[in-house]
């Protein structure tokens, strides 16, 4: 990524303590439309000196700003008022999305026009969070618990759904009265920081909500190795959640990790077949495969598997790749140069594991209804694929379906299980008891029966093994953002013997 130079392109700053701050080294960095290939926007980058900055705002948000004394139902109507600028912006926002991850239209602008009902939930939520008095067995003793916030948060989102991801980390965050810096992705950090211009709009007090763009290894690794950092909630690959679960654990910092998959759709012999086909190629070639929830690993039973499979071909081969601004679009350029290249290793492992290609299998730039575009990669499919091969094994977050064959339900689940991750998982079946009993075997924290893709702000989501740690949604989320203070009150007349434990 450059550095930005072109002083005429539309520039975007950090936000702390409710105000854009223009980076101390006066470095900017460029922000590529991946459709066009052209550099549209210059963004601040930030350095040790923003991300102080923008915790100390935090920490005195937290500590001595109108926030800290508001009461939990003053807080959710905020967040309810948030949620209605986020429907009237909606449109908007999901523009600069598209711009900035080149995700197709229809898809963020239905992302968007939902946001909404995370900050009514979560908002709802926020005068909910009830503590216990206890029947306490001691005489003259009086025990209640409260639930708190915990603090600064820290916020690292990824680039394929920025204000998706983000919004779950903050509806819940802030319904619990933390406060939050924010690092987006160095490649798509234009529609958060237009995001956050609302929550000054819904009248949420300077320095609740700030943020620092700019790289991983700089603004992000300086984030979470703050010491006034309490808590960081982050989804993003394994490799750098490995890093920040270390600083998290060098600075014994409360942490979340949403991290990558590599989920097995599961196609049995009772399947409905027309459905199943829908669900595969929804889990796999929607967003271009840049989902961590892709359904990346395909398992086809026998008894289907040549008539699954060359139907499977047929539909994915009418994929409409194109202008993701176009809401006939179906399949869209991938969102960064560096996963472009990684897409393309990816495919050539496959072919040098054995793999047979069955669509696809290479860029597809030179089409012309992808345009300018430097980035488009046909919907590859991929059979003859045993598990223990890497394009089985690793995510490819891309275009790229394995196809596995399997003989009875035993070994269907021994290789949806044989993976180090465990965040998703697609069943096709039409027998209840087959759904239920695959459902309870399988290791994923997100298990869809005869569906594929679909979250709601009221289910809990997240990994098993190493897909994550943690729960973003549902009421288990604000319990990720608050500690229990128990508080002991004695009415006894004496203080008893001090030299034993009470
Ligand atoms: P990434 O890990 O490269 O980056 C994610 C974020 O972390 C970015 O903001 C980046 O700047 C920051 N970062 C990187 N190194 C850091 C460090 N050392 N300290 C602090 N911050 C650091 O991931 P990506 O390429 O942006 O996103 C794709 C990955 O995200 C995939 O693996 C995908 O599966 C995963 N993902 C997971 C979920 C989920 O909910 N489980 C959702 C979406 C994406």
């Known amino acids: 990524m450059s550095t930005a130079t072109d002083l005429t392109l539309p520039t975007f700053d950090a936000f702390i303590e409710g105000q854009s701050v223009k980076p101390a080294s006066g470095d900017y960095f460029e922000t590529v439309n991946p459709y066009t290939s052209k550099v549209w926007a210059r963004v601040a980058?930030?350095?040790?000196?923003?991300?102080?900055?923008?915790?100390?705002?935090a920490q005195r948000a937290f500590t001595s700003s109108p926030w800290a004394t508001m009461t939990a139902s003053a807080r959710g109507a905020l967040l309810h008022k948030l949620g209605d600028l986020v429907?009237?912006?909606?449109?908007?926002?999901?523009?600069y999305e598209v711009r900035d991850n080149g995700k197709l239209i229809s898809e963020m602008g239905?992302?968007?026009?939902?946001?909404?009902?995370?900050?009514?939930?979560?908002?709802?939520?926020?005068?909910?969070?009830?503590g216990a008095v206890l029947p306490m067995d001691k005489p003259d003793t009086f025990n209640f618990t409260v639930h708190e916030p915990l603090g600064v948060v820290a916020a690292i989102t990824p680039w394929n759904s920025?204000?998706?991801?983000?919004?779950?980390?903050?509806?819940p965050a802030l319904a619990a009265g933390n406060t939050v810096v924010i690092k987006p992705s160095e490649f798509t950090s234009t529609s958060t920081l237009r995001f956050v211009e609302l929550f000054e709009q819904a009248g949420f007090p300077a320095g609740v909500v700030n943020v620092v763009t700019g790289f991983g290894a700089e603004a992000g690794s300086a984030l979470v190795d703050h010491p006034k950092v309490a808590k960081i909630a982050f989804t993003g690959g394994s490799e750098s959640g490995a890093k920040v679960y270390q600083a998290?654990?060098?600075?014994?910092?409360?942490?979340?990790?949403?991290l990558g998959g590599k989920s097995p759709n599961i196609v049995f012999d009772d399947a409905d077949i027309d459905n199943a086909i829908k669900g595969v190629i929804s889990g796999i070639f929607a967003a271009t495969g840049q989902t961590?929830?892709?359904?990346?690993?395909?398992?086809?039973?026998d008894g289907i598997y040549d008539e699954f499979v060359k139907r499977l071909v047929d539909f994915a081969a009418t994929a409409r790749m194109g202008d993701p601004m176009n809401k006939d679009t179906q399949v869209d350029p991938v969102t960064t140069p560096p996963q472009y290249e990684k897409i393309l290793r990816y495919i050539d492992i496959a072919k040098s594991e054995g793999a047979e290609v069955l669509l696809g299998g290479g860029p597809a730039t030179e089409r012309p209804e992808c345009g300018e575009s430097d980035f488009f990669i046909e919907p590859t499919i991929f059979a003859?694929?045993?598990?223990?091969?890497?394009?089985?094994?690793?995510?490819?977050?891309g275009p790229v379906l394995s196809i596995i064959r399997f003989k009875s339900d035993e070994q269907a689940v021994e290789i949806a299980n044989d993976i180090a991750f465990g965040l998703a998982a697609g069943v096709w079946t039409t027998s209840i008891k087959r759904a239920l009993s695959i459902s309870k075997a399988l290791r994923a924290g997100t298990v869809w029966v005869n569906t594929y893709r679909a979250i709601s702000y009221m289910s809990p989501f997240g990994g098993y093994k190493q897909s994550g740690i943690g729960r973003e949604n549902g009421v288990e989320a604000i319990r990720e953002y608050l500690q229990t203070k128990s508080v002991w009150l004695s009415t006894a007349d004496d203080v008893p013997n001090p030299f034993v434990m009470r």
């Open 45 to 57: 980058r930030c350095g040790e000196a923003e991300v102080n900055a923008a915790v100390e705002s």
């Open 87 to 95: 429907a009237e912006h909606a449109a908007e926002l999901a523009e």
């Open 110 to 130: 239905a992302q968007l026009a939902y946001m909404p009902q995370w900050w009514y939930y979560f908002g709802g939520l926020a005068d909910k969070i009830e």
């Open 162 to 171: 920025p204000i998706m991801l983000l919004t779950f980390k903050l509806a």
């Open 248 to 258: 998290a654990a060098k600075g014994l910092k409360q942490c979340t990790l949403e």
């Open 292 to 301: 961590c929830i892709a359904g990346s690993r395909l398992l086809v039973q």
């Open 384 to 397: 003859g694929v045993t598990n223990s091969m890497r394009i089985a094994q690793e995510e490819v977050f």
